[in-house]
């Protein structure tokens, strides 16, 4: 790709620039590490939307490592409630103690790299936005506008990388990575991507072709196996009894309904409150509501007009949702 291409996208970036909380206009000091960590966190597998006022409500309660670091942990998860991929949420608690234990962030990629839950993206995405590091970053949407760019139907990573490597400017890396990301989520889009709008489509082979969402092709979709469970409805005087789940595995310390295992056995016989269906990333989970008398020892009850404040994920606020929702049915 030439280099007034490159101009011409960071040009792009100036004058179409998504205003974020997290992010600094270009050509203005970088913003600080802590919110650049926390919210390429937040982002992964998570969209911008759903992501913004999560992220301002989270730094606001923790406004920097060291405070988020201090925090009880079930109070961060809690607060992570409905963001999904709870794995990210022990990780950051991890990581925030094992930065503010050192004194702040380590300021390059490598070093980066070794902190809990910080992967290869997210290294370089602190290293280059928050650090000036001219490192190589690479997600979703830059796989794409780069596989485009060269006309690619199934580029290696090793493609992807060296090609970026080679567009990326010394001086601005974080400027560029942030503008090419930007140009994924809002013209390079998987599906009726915005071409006429595109800084770089005189440079770019799929928009030559005519058929720029071919690139690149599509991958096949892997059937998920399917998990049963039953969670336990156990309610008293206005208020349900909710358990909090093993610190390791799925949803781990997150607040839930009692309940065993997930398995994929057939359904136990009986008449359930409720059933939902639930997708995560590697198999789908088919969970029966049941009512039950045996309340476990260990948790809390929680009353059902204070809901909101019992920090659930997805999974169990839908599971109580759909009885009530079933309930006033009934009643009406």
Same mark, same amino acid.
């Given at each position: ?113 070794? #902190? $809990? =839950? ?5 290294? /370089?995405?602190? !290293?280059?936005? *928050? ?5 190589? @970053? ?118 839930? #309904? $009692? =309940? ?5 056995? /057939?359904?136990? !016989?009986?008449? *359930? ?5 639930? @997708? ?53």
């Amino acid at each position: 790709m030439r280099a007034n291409a490159t101009e011409r996208l960071l040009q792009h970036y100036v004058d179409k620039l998504r205003s974020l909380p997290w992010r600094a206009p270009p050509g203005s000091p970088p913003p600080p590490p802590y919110l650049v960590w926390l919210s390429e966190v937040m982002l992964q597998q998570t969209t911008v939307a759903a992501v913004t006022p999560r992220f301002e409500r989270f730094v606001q309660r923790w406004p920097t490592v060291e405070a988020l670091a201090a925090a009880v942990d079930e109070e961060v998860l809690s607060e992570w409630a409905g963001l999904g991929y709870y794995a990210r949420a022990r990780n950051l608690i991890a990581c925030a103690r094992e930065v503010a234990a050192r004194g702040g962030f380590p300021t390059t990629e490598a070093a980066l790299r070794k #902190l $809990p =839950g910080v992967g290869d993206y997210t290294a /370089a995405a602190i !290293a280059s936005i *928050a650090f000036g590091e001219p490192a190589v @970053v690479v997600d979703s949407n830059v796989e794409r506008v780069t596989a485009r760019l060269r006309g690619l139907e199934q580029p290696t990573k090793k493609e992807i990388r060296e090609t970026v490597a080679a567009m990326t400017p010394s001086d601005c890396a974080g400027d560029f990575a942030q503008a090419m990301m930007d140009l994924g989520a809002t013209v390079c889009r998987p599906r009726n991507p915005l071409c006429g709008r595109c800084p770089l489509n005189q440079d770019c082979a799929a928009f030559a072709s005519g058929s720029p969402e071919l690139f690149p092709a599509a991958k096949a979709r892997r059937e998920r196996p399917v998990r049963r469970g039953i969670a336990h409805w156990i309610e008293r005087d206005g208020a349900i009894r909710l358990v909090r789940r093993p610190s390791k595995g799925l949803l781990g310390g997150m607040a839930a #309904l $009692p =309940g065993g295992e997930w398995t994929s056995d /057939a359904r136990p !016989a009986g008449v *359930a409150l409720a059933r939902i269906r639930h @997708v995560f990333t590697h198999f789908a989970l088919e969970l029966d509501i049941a009512a039950s008398d045996h309340a476990p020892a260990e948790g809390w009850w929680q009353p059902l007009e204070c809901i909101d404040e019992a920090g659930l994920p997805t999974l169990y606020r839908r599971a109580i949702d759909e009885v009530l929702q079933t309930r006033k049915k009934l009643a009406a």
